[in-house]
C-alpha cells in the first residue's frame, strides 16, 4: 500500500492521498507508516492524536502552538470539512497566504501543515469528525490563534457567518501575531 503526495503548498503543506482497497464489504487503507513518511520526507514522530466533532457551519481556528512547535496531519473521518492553514512564519515568501481544501470521509485525503502554520476548518456536512496527529504536546500557555477573517489573510470560507467559539471571535490579527516576541519560534 501507498501513501502518495497528491500535492504540495507554501513550502509546509502537503496533501496526501492514500491508496485505499475498496470492495462490497467496505475499504481499507493505511493512514500512517513511518517508512513511506519517512521517505516522502515528512515527519514521522507524533506526540499527541486529536480527535474533534463539529456540527454543520461551526469553523475552528485558525490555531497554532509555538511551544513546543506543532505540526499537525489532519484528515476528515466522518462527513465533510474545508481544512485551511495559513503560513505565520516571519521571512517567509508567503507568510499570510493561506491554502484550503475540501477533504472527506469519502475523498480520504490527508493534509500536513508543519509548525509555523495556522490551521483551521469549517464544518460543512450535518458533522464532521476530523482526527489529527501532532508534533507536540498541547501546551496552553504556548498557544494562541489568528482571526478566521482577518482581512490581510483574506481566507475565501464556504460560509462569511459561521458558528465560532468566542476565544475564536476575538483571535489576534496576523499583524498583531507578527509583533509579539513569541512570534520569533516561526522564522523562515
Not at 73 to 88: C, E, K
Not at 93 to 114: C, D, H, M
Not at 122 to 128: I, N
Not at 144 to 172: F, V
Request: net charge neutral; glycine share 8%; aromatic share 14%.
Amino acid at each position: 500500500m501507498q501513501i502518495k503526495i497528491e500535492s504540495e503548498h507554501l513550502n509546509g503543506i502537503v496533501v496526501l492521498a492514500p491508496e485505499v482497497f475498496q470492495d462490497e464489504r467496505g475499504f481499507f487503507m493505511e493512514v500512517f507508516r513511518v517508512d513511506q513518511f519517512k521517505e516522502l520526507g515528512l515527519p514521522y514522530e507524533f506526540a499527541q492524536d486529536n480527535h474533534s466533532r463539529s456540527q454543520k457551519g461551526v469553523l475552528r481556528g485558525l490555531h497554532f502552538q509555538w511551544e513546543p512547535p506543532m505540526g499537525k496531519l489532519m484528515r476528515v473521518t466522518f462527513g465533510s470539512a474545508f481544512l485551511v492553514a495559513v503560513d505565520i512564519r516571519k521571512g517567509s515568501p508567503t507568510l499570510g497566504k493561506w491554502f484550503g481544501i475540501e477533504v472527506s470521509a469519502q475523498n480520504k485525503k490527508q493534509v500536513w501543515a508543519s509548525a509555523g502554520f495556522a490551521r483551521g476548518f469549517y464544518t460543512l456536512s450535518d458533522y464532521a469528525e476530523i482526527q489529527y496527529k501532532c508534533t507536540g504536546i498541547y501546551n496552553n500557555k504556548g498557544e494562541s490563534g489568528i482571526l478566521w477573517n482577518d482581512p490581510q489573510i483574506g481566507i475565501q470560507w464556504p460560509n462569511p457567518n459561521p458558528t465560532l467559539s468566542k476565544k475564536d471571535e476575538t483571535a489576534q490579527t496576523l499583524e498583531q501575531w507578527l509583533s509579539r516576541p513569541e512570534s520569533d519560534f516561526f522564522k523562515y
